[in-house]
């Protein structure tokens, strides 16, 4: 098993972060300019190339 370094660790985090919704409120608030997030991924299409 190999061990993740703290750098690593914390860009995953921050990967992990992003790749949620958009808030339904944030949706009505721009009506409906903004309708997905972009950052969004899925674990099987787009890989994540972070290294060391």
């Not at 995953?12 to 309708?35: D, F, S």
């Not at 890989?47 to 060391?52: E, M, T």
């Amino acid at each position: 098993m190999s061990k993740k370094s703290k750098l690593k660790k914390m860009r995953l985090g921050n990967k992990l972060k992003q790749n949620k919704r958009i808030p339904v409120l944030a949706m009505l608030r721009t009506h409906r300019r903004v309708q997905y997030n972009k950052f969004q991924r899925d674990w099987r299409r787009r890989k994540l190339r972070i290294s060391d």
